[in-house]
């Protein structure tokens, strides 16, 4: 199960830090990813974390790189999504999702919605 | 950036009917396409990873084919509650790209 929490209402230009807890599968095994989804609009890939073997290197989204920080915390069972800079066109539905070896995107959180909006 | 181009954008079908649903990558990926539903106000559901391989627990008339740059996601008798959209996703590289969705509606 992936549970997200951390979304709200945000001015441009502000900040806002999404959590992703987890729980039912050993969580240091599988990458993390978020996906977004703006409202009326398709899904779109925000960034991964990868796990430990892979030394939890990142990857992302045009869109988001140089705004947006995936972290993850193996201890605690979640991963981390930091949205800096934010813009109007950021608002979307944020989902938590996580990819087992040798599969993909193979579970999603409920999602968590983020409005930037003065 | 690697595009993914869904066709078609829309579609309506009958209960029973075999519906065919296509995604085209702008570079060859392998078979590194995924397959995912979704209904109004749901979260995406995983259908089909490696353009053929079945999620766990999805229905056998759900299947997957392709390499390269063109691929199928085919229901072989469509059910009531397979009305939904649906998304194909390429992870051969980043930044992982999503299809632009096909939305099946009832005839």
Known sequence: QLVESGGGLV???????????????????????????????G???????RNKVNSYTTEYAASVKDRFTISRDDSKNSVYLQMNSLRTEDTA?????????GNVFDAWGRGTVVTVSS | DIQMTQSPSAMSASVGDRVTITCRASQGIS?????????????PKPL???ASTLQSGVPSRFSGSGSGTEFTLTI??????????????????????????TKLEIK
């Open chain 1, 43 to 49: 899904l779109e890939w925000v960034g991964r974390v």
């Open chain 1, 93 to 101: 539905v944020y989902y938590c999702v996580k990819s087992r070896v």
């Open chain 2, 76 to 101: 072989s008798s469509l059910q009531p509650e397979d009305f939904a959209t649906y998304y194909c996703l390429q992870y051969k590289s980043y930044p992982f790209t999503f299809g632009q969705g």
């Open chain 1, 11 to 41: 001015q441009p230009g502000g900040s806002l830090s999404l959590s992703c807890a987890a729980s039912g599968f050993t969580f240091s095994d599988p990458h993390m990813d978020w996906v977004r989804q703006a409202p009326g609009k």
């Open chain 2, 31 to 43: 078979n590194s396409l995924a397959w995912f539903q979704q209904k109004p106000g749901k979260v």
């Open chain 2, 48 to 50: 089909i990873y490696a």
